[in-house]
């Protein structure tokens, strides 16, 4: 299978994700849509790192997992606890800093 | 004693302290417990003043004579250091005797004449912060130290001018009088980083001996003299810096005695004569000095002769008789100087004490005018008034004779025009006998011309004051004999004590074509005619007085002291205020502060604007941010 057709499917699969964060009002549907354009660079780049026969792009992909793991733990926590402030899970709901 | 030298200025500085911060406590305590402060350190002087008698002809070539008392540093990084060190020698020792022996005579004084003042236990603190400061001057071992003291009388003399200060033509010649010593002081400031540009070190007797050797330029060393000379204008009050003098008359009257007559203004005298290595080796910084001498002794004596207010008169004669200490230094007589300032310091203290006395008397009248007939009424001020007119005048034996005498002989010496300055001089020794027997004769003789009220109240002043006038007239009297003339076959005393500080410049400045006895002899006769001849035209006019026709002419503008105030005013004042105001308006507000208030509302504007952006709506965040990212995108790839 020609690379391209990975290529093109990272593109799609990070377009998407994109247009779920700024379309989407939901909290957690935000938050996958970033996990999405996170996984759209991996593939992104172990395509790259096939097609050059170089390791380092795969390594680049394993420290991504990790802070995309990491980034979600905290993400979901937040999402947590403004679910326990507001009983909602709309990001629009919070456009004021103060109270 | 020499090495406890230390304790000359720090009994004042205690007393200072004492007074000062007791100043509310303390009554009537603060004005003796401040004399004792001067007396303990004129022990001290006295002390130390025997003992240096007995350094003559040790050590080698003028500068062994003196030694140096180190007490602290206080500056030492990398080559320059700043010592807290006293030089005690011929020159330093006698003045302490002066500055502290009349100042004692002086606090004697005012604690009778300020008796009755709110402000008692200020007024000492501020005297005795004033000998401190006069004395670290004198004392100083270098420039650093000298500078000090300077600055420390400049201080006390706004402030003892301004001592009234609820006046406010008082508190405007305080600060007229600081102004023009700052003039100066800034003068003396570039000498003396002059200085140390080139040595490297500030010391008195390392200077001596660098400068001596001649590795300086003398175009170098003229523009170091002449710019100490300035320093010494303002606070020796000499053209054309001398106008604050008479202005610091609104001090009360002991202060004038003290400090703009026998002390303050001799600083100008003693920095010149300390820096007699450098003025040696700058003959036209000499020159410039017995000019200016030469013409602020006779303008100022113009002025006197017009002038109605008893301790006008007086201040303008000081400016006058500085004017004569300066012709001694110009025409390299160190020693003729030094000796008027002596003997200058005796009379001149007598003579604004005994107007003291006057003032007192007269229920605080200054006005000659409005005087008269005194002498009835007040026999011990007006004998010693007398005493001091006479010896202002020149008359022998009495000490103002001899010193001046002395100045105008050396100026005669100096060559050709030695003749022409020396007839200038008499004609201003000529006003000087005729302005103080003006004085003499309209304060204390002919009719008493003042209110019935206070011709009732008319006394003699308290012990307390008489005695300093007393110990001041036969002072005046006999302080002559430190210097008698070589005809009389006496040892000039005064020359053999400051020979070995002075020796250089001594040797290097032989006296040209020095004068036979016969020649002398003929100069003190003229000099005595010329007296006499001032006091008879004094006599002349002034013995009947009676409140004179407006002056016209000469004698109006004289009496307007030449409008030098006048003069200054509108090509100084004037200007700097109209470019203050041209400042103030077009740089200040419109520049600065425009440029200043126009970053702060450019901010507060542009905030106002941007604002509407922090909606708080996360999807617009968003948004913003990808379009950013996508902006970013472009950049990179169709722009660079």
Known sequence: MPSQYYLFLSLALFCIGVMGVLMR?????????????????????????????HADAQIFVFFIMVVAAAEVSVGLSVVVLMY???????????NRLKN | MIQVAWLVPL????????????????????????????????????????????????GEEGTGASIIVPVYEYINSGTMTAQISFQIDALSSLFLLVITGIGFLIHIYSISYMSHDDGYGKFFAYLNLFIFSMLLLVMG????????????????????????????????????????????????????LMLFSKFNTLNFTDLQAAISSGQISVGY???????????????????????WLPDAMAGPTPVSALIHAATMVTAGIYMVTRSHFIYTLAPVAQQVILIIGLATALIAATIATMQNDIKKVLAYSTVSQLGFMFMAL???????????????????????LGSGSVIHAMGGEQDIRKMGGLKSSMKITYLTFL???????????????????????????????????WVLGMLAALMTAYYMFRLLFVTFHGEFRGTADQKHHLHESPALMTIPLVILALLSAFGGMLGLPAITGAPHLLEEFLEPVLKTSLVAHPMVNALSHNAEIVLMG?????????????????????????????????????????????IIVKPLLVLSKFMERWIEKSGIDALVNGVGKLIQASGDRLRYLQSGLVGFYLFMMVLGIILLFALQIWIL
């Open chain 2, 221 to 243: 060393l003229t523009a170091i003299a002449l710019c100490f000379f300035i320093g010494a204008t303002g606070k020796s009050a000499q053209i054309p810096l001398f106008t």
């Open chain 2, 330 to 352: 110009g025409a390299g007589a160190y020693v003729a100087a030094v000796f008027h300032v002596v003997t200058h310091a005796f009379f001149k203290a007598l003579l604004f």
């Open chain 2, 526 to 570: 003229l000099a005595v005619m010329i007296a006499i001849m001032g006091i008879s035209m004094g006599w002349f006019y002034y013995k009947k007085y009676n409140a004179d026709s407006e002056p016209k002419g000469l004698a109006k503008m004289a009496q307007g002291k030449w409008y030098f105030d006048e003069i200054y005013h509108a």
């Open chain 2, 141 to 192: 071992a270098n420039y650093v130290l000298m500078f000090v003291g300077w600055e420390g009388v400049g201080l006390c003399s706004y402030l003892l001018i301004g001592f009234w200060y609820k006046n406010t033509e008082y508190t405007n010649a305080a600060k007229k009088a600081f102004v023009m010593n700052r003039i100066g002081d800034l003068g003396f400031l570039i000498g003396i």
């Open chain 2, 11 to 58: 009994f004042p500085l205690l007393g200072f302290l004492i007074t000062g911060l007791g100043r509310n406590k303390l009554g009537a305590l603060s004005g003796w417990i401040a004399s004792f402060a001067v007396l303990a350190s004129f022990l001290v002087s006295l002390g130390i003043f025997l003992e240096v008698q007995h350094l003559h002809g040790e």
């Open chain 1, 25 to 53: 009002r939901n909290a957690i549907i935000i938050l996958m849509c970033i996990e999405l354009m996170l996984n759209a660079v991996n593939l992104l780049m172990v395509t790259f790192s096939k097609m050059h026969n």
């Open chain 1, 84 to 94: 326990r402030k507001t009983h909602s899970i709309d990001v629009n709901i919070l």
């Open chain 2, 387 to 421: 005493i001091g007119c006479v010896a202002i005048a020149g008359i022998p034996p009495l000490s103002g004779f001899f010193s001046k005498d002395e100045i105008l002989m050396s100026v005669f010496k100096l060559g050709q025009y030695g003749k022409i300055f």
